[in-house]
């Protein structure tokens, strides 16, 4: 089962279905997410422990997660201090951290995955994680979703960030650069435009410019928007796919020609 351990100050994890009121919904569509805050002490430092994994038999394990985060530029004031450090258990020893901690303040907002590399740790027979979230301020706040334990391909392709008709981040999770992909927009699941992606090394992200054009048949209409990469190589379609957009198209105010004779 998954427990809870309260480190210093108030406890701050709790699991939502959604968060209507900051516009923030589970990053998988499972209606369910968890959420970092602190609710009334000075600080907040928790840790939210995982089940006991077998790790024995694996060859590049990971830890992998998505995170909500705030654009840093409208964050300034939290200075960094709104956090989540990944930690693993060996054996019932004590929790030790992997990899650098996390910032809720990052280069963009919204949902970014994030793996964390567990290859030390492959032959372990009994492992736990602990997602230690820490904050010294009682209105910065993040979400976490979709966390899995996989074995690391050779390649991955993640796409994340997509803002609906602009733009997508595409990462390559896997241990190979990628070459010869596509991002392909949907609009209401019909394709409106096919990418061609941008070689991309290991642990690197890019941002792709959709700059769609829409039908005038569907101003002032709702419209679902999702991206998808299509890639032959990629070992790993879970993270192939965005969660979707709903907006509406806004008509031109520029003149045209009616009832033409």
Not at 52 to 71: A, Q, V
Not at 106 to 113: H, L, M, P
Not at 188 to 216: C, F, H, M, R, W
Request: charged share 25%; aromatic share 12%; glycine share 8%.
């Amino acid at each position: 089962p998954w427990t809870t351990e309260s480190i210093e100050g108030s406890f701050g994890w709790e699991c939502l279905t959604n968060d209507k009121s900051a516009g923030v919904y589970p990053q998988d569509d499972d209606k369910g997410f968890i959420k970092f805050q602190n609710s009334w002490d000075d600080r907040a430092d928790s840790r939210l422990k995982t089940p006991i994994f077998d790790l024995s038999g694996s060859k590049n394990p990971t830890f992998s997660f998505f995170m909500f985060h705030w654009n840093a530029d409208d964050v300034e004031a939290d200075g960094g201090m709104t956090k989540i450090a990944i930690e693993i258990s060996v054996d019932g020893g004590e929790f030790i951290q992997v990899g650098e901690a996390i910032t809720a303040a990052y280069d963009r907002e919204g949902w970014v995955e994030h793996r964390i590399d567990l290859s030390e740790f492959k032959n372990a027979k009994q492992v736990q994680f602990g997602l230690r979230g820490s904050t010294d301020n009682n209105w910065m706040y993040f979400y976490v979703d979709n966390i899995h334990i996989d074995e690391q391909e050779d390649y991955d392709l993640a796409i994340a960030g997509f803002s609906g008709t602009t733009n997508a981040n595409v990462n390559e999770e896997g241990m190979q650069t990628a070459s010869g992909y596509t991002i392909d927009l949907y609009q209401d699941d019909n394709l409106i435009q096919s990418l061609k992606g941008d070689d991309i090394e290991p642990g690197e992200a890019k941002t792709v410019d959709a700059k769609v054009i829409l039908n005038a048949s569907t101003a002032d209409k709702e419209s679902v928007f999702y991206a998808v990469i299509t890639y032959d190589k990629d070992r790993n379609t879970e993270n192939n796919q965005t969660s979707s957009v709903t907006t509406t198209i806004k008509g031109t105010w520029y003149p045209g020609i009616e009832n033409l004779n």
